[in-house]
């Protein structure tokens, strides 16, 4: 998971999956429906509505990378209006639970009180952290970010490189 090149919906809708191929990559990203369904349950659509987030599982390979399962929120997490922090304790213990299903911690995912969500700079900084401090087993780090816009306006997908950019895959305009 290096670069990734182009974007294409190749299907929409709130309850099918969403993929897209990396730029400079000959690796597609999938979200399965399931996850998105997860995500989308949490959107802020009322003005009284805190931020939810967890983090993405799934698998890797040479074509593919496959969101396939999601954790979070969690009662103990951090959750405002315009933040989250998942609980750090909670979080590792999902991972290594994940891990003994033999499925990888591919990134983060939260959501916005915007209707077209966009990665802020504490978003940025909050994942170039999470990358230098973890042991990872994939070349990158997936950052998903949920706004409440209509199904495949309302996903924005980036990821943190070796080299600490950010990075879209598919960042809406």
């Known amino acids: 998971m290096a670069s990734w090149r182009g974007l294409r919906l190749l299907l929409g809708g709130s309850t099918r999956r969403w ?3 990396f730029p400079q990559s000959d690796q597609s990203l999938r979200i399965d429906a399931a996850v998105l369904r997860h995500l989308r349950r949490h959107r802020q659509v ?6 939810a987030g967890g983090q993405l599982y799934g698998r890797v390979t040479n074509e593919l990378v496959t969101v396939s399962h999601t954790a979070g929120p969690h009662a103990s997490d951090e959750r405002g209006r315009f933040a989250f922090r998942s609980d750090p304790q909670r979080a590792q213990a999902d991972i290594e639970r994940f ?3 033999r499925l990888l911690y591919l990134g983060e995912w939260h959501t916005h009180a915007e209707a077209v969500p966009h990665a802020s700079a504490s978003d940025e900084h909050a994942m170039r952290q999470i990358y230098v401090r973890s042991q990872l087993n994939t070349a990158a780090l997936l950052l998903v970010i949920v706004g409440f816009a209509k199904p495949d306006e ?4 980036w990821y943190i ?3 600490g ?4 895959v598919a960042r809406n305009s």
């Open 19 to 21: 993929e897209r191929p």
């Open 46 to 51: 009322k003005s009284s509505a805190r931020e």
């Open 99 to 101: 891990a003994g299903r």
């Open 154 to 157: 309302d996903i924005g997908v």
């Open 161 to 163: 490189d070796a080299g």
């Open 165 to 168: 950019l950010l990075r879209s």
